[in-house]
């Protein structure tokens, strides 16, 4: 979580001083380029993070820890049922928070959302929010924090502390709630699917279908049969979800040694 941190406040520090001083600009203009100095900060930090992921895996294999051996490769069904299960993650989680804001009242993530999303492109916003920053937060906080962790403790507590983790990253009450639970699931997918890019997977689909709903939702509420629609993408996401479970937790059954 350091190197993304620390990437983070020297980008957008610098960031804010072109904005504010160089170009003369109020400093609430410092959203309006938000997405891309975020895009640039995640595209920096997997540098470094793939450096010590490599590294990490290394000593585990000179230690005894993994076998040195690679893994399989993933099917292409599995990569898709990932992605429709993080869509899922996030339809089921989104409603959680809709919940909890009724009781917290909290709007602040809204607003910061709508701001930084104002005037963007939903293609841009895919790229971004949808790609670029899932890869970037699996290298770390799955890849290194999940997988340190791993190193000294069960799986358990090794997801339960890293969910944690990437929830507070998030920065306020709401989404720290919401990213610890998907951030615990997708560490254990990670773990009983022994395939790294399956936490990646997930989160692209998470985020993905968290900004199609976003976009297009109301518009599909409001159409001929939309609430149908909707309710059958529900179960039908919802069967998806509970059928990758199971499916990954037999996965993870059968492979009796720890390779990631």
């Given at each position: 979580m350091?190197?993304?941190?620390l990437i983070s ?5 610098i960031?804010?001083?072109i904005?504010?001083r160089?170009?003369?600009m109020?400093?609430d203009?410092y959203?309006k380029?938000?997405?891309?100095m975020?895009g ?10 793939w ?7 290394a ?5 005894g ?10 099917k ?7 992605l429709l299960?993080?869509a899922?993650?996030a339809q ?10 009724m ?5 602040e993530?809204?607003q910061?959302?709508?701001m ?6 939903f ?16 290298f ?11 190193d ?8 339960v ?8 990253y998030?920065?306020n009450?709401?989404?720290a709630i919401?990213?610890?639970m ?8 990670l773990?009983?699917s022994?395939?790294?890019w399956s936490?990646?997977?997930?989160h692209i689909?998470a985020?993905?279908?968290s ?5 297009f939702g109301?518009?599909i ?10 309710f059958?993408?529900?179960m039908l996401?919802?069967?998806l ?8 937790l037999n996965k993870?059954?059968k492979?009796?040694?720890?390779i990631?």
């Open positions: 350091g190197i993304h941190f406040q020297i980008v957008g520090g960031g804010i001083v904005l504010t160089w170009m003369g109020p400093a203009a959203y380029y938000a997405i891309l975020t640039i900060t995640a595209i920096l930090s997997m540098i470094p993070a450096f010590l992921y490599r590294r990490d895996q000593l585990r294999i000179a230690g820890v993994i076998p040195a051996e690679r893994v399989k490769g993933m292409l069904s599995e990569g898709i049922l990932l299960m993080g899922g993650l089921y989680g989104n409603v959680l928070v809709g919940f909890l804001q009781f917290l009242k909290s709007t993530y809204q910061t959302m709508e930084i999303s104002n005037g963007k492109g293609w841009e916003l895919i790229f971004w929010m949808g790609i670029v920053a899932p890869v970037a937060e699996e770390i906080f799955r890849w290194l924090i999940y997988l340190r962790l791993r000294y403790m069960k799986i358990a507590g090794a997801a502390i890293s969910g944690l983790i990437f929830g507070i998030h920065g009450l709401i989404q919401y990213a610890s998907l951030g615990m699931v997708f560490a254990y997918i773990e009983m022994g395939n790294i936490c990646v997977l997930l689909g985020n993905v279908w900004l199609i709903i976003s976009q109301l518009e509420v409001e159409s001929k049969a939309g609430t149908i629609l909707l059958a993408a529900d996401l919802l069967i979800m509970i059928g990758g479970l199971y499916y990954f993870g059954n492979r009796k040694r720890r990631i």
